[in-house]
């Protein structure tokens, strides 16, 4: 059955998420965005309101479009009761053995989630990721586009890595860091801040 969505925020990554939503064979009614200078339509995608307008549809899912991990959880912390919806792009290759995605969260074309990984919560796998066995993902993370994870990797919540990064097998990584484009990360990262190079290291 056809699950009714409504994408908050009509940017580049909402777009993104929209497009999900409609190769999942789900009705996308539209977008609600803060920005008064929006048209009334994106993309043949209506505009339908402003954030707090998600109250006008009760019986509808809701998926939160924006990359910002802190304007992306702050707007999770406004909608009371809401359904929170998953996005998994049809192209996507997740591993039905101990894996699990939380909700909220979006898995974007051609990326792959291998056997007993965990995805948390309102986080972001970006396309053509590879997130490997055993490992886990806290919630309002960001895995870029081509990004690899080796084997039993911690990411931790609000963290994100950048595009084309590479982060060795079993390696933790702690809540809120950044881990720049093409990185390659070889140590467990233990004190949030940015970390860039090969291998990488942290930046002021």
């Known amino acids: 059955m ?14 993104v998420v929209a497009d999900i939503v409609r190769r999942s064979g789900d009705t996308l009614l539209g977008f609600l965005d803060d920005n008064k200078t929006l048209p009334p339509e994106i993309a043949d995608i209506p505009v339908l309101g402003k954030v707090a307008d998600y109250i006008k549809y009760p019986d509808v899912s809701f998926m939160v479009g924006i990359g910002n991990s ?3 959880e ?4 406004q909608l ?5 919806y998953t996005a998994i792009h ?3 290759v997740i591993s039905a053995l101990d894996t699990k995605i939380g909700v909220g969260s979006v898995i974007m074309a051609n990326a792959v989630i291998n056997p007993s990984a965990y995805v948390g919560e309102h986080s972001i796998i970006n396309t053509a990721a590879v997130v490997e066995h055993d490992n886990h993902i806290g919630s309002f993370a960001h895995i870029s586009v081509g990004a690899r994870l080796g084997g039993t990797v911690s990411v931790g919540n609000h963290t994100w890595v950048g595009i084309g990064a590479t982060i060795s097998n079993n390696i933790s990584i ?3 860091c950044t881990i720049g484009a093409g990185a390659v990360v070889i140590c467990d990262i233990k004190e949030s ?3 860039v190079g090969i291998p990488a290291k ?3």
């Open 90 to 92: 049809p192209s996507a």
């Open 2 to 15: 056809s699950e009714k969505v409504i994408v908050i925020g009509a940017s580049g990554h909402g777009k």
């Open 80 to 84: 009371d009761n809401v359904r929170w």
């Open 202 to 204: 942290k930046i002021k």
């Open 193 to 195: 801040g940015t970390y």
């Open 174 to 176: 702690c809540d809120h």
């Open 74 to 77: 702050k707007i999770v912390r």
């Open 70 to 72: 802190a304007i992306r």
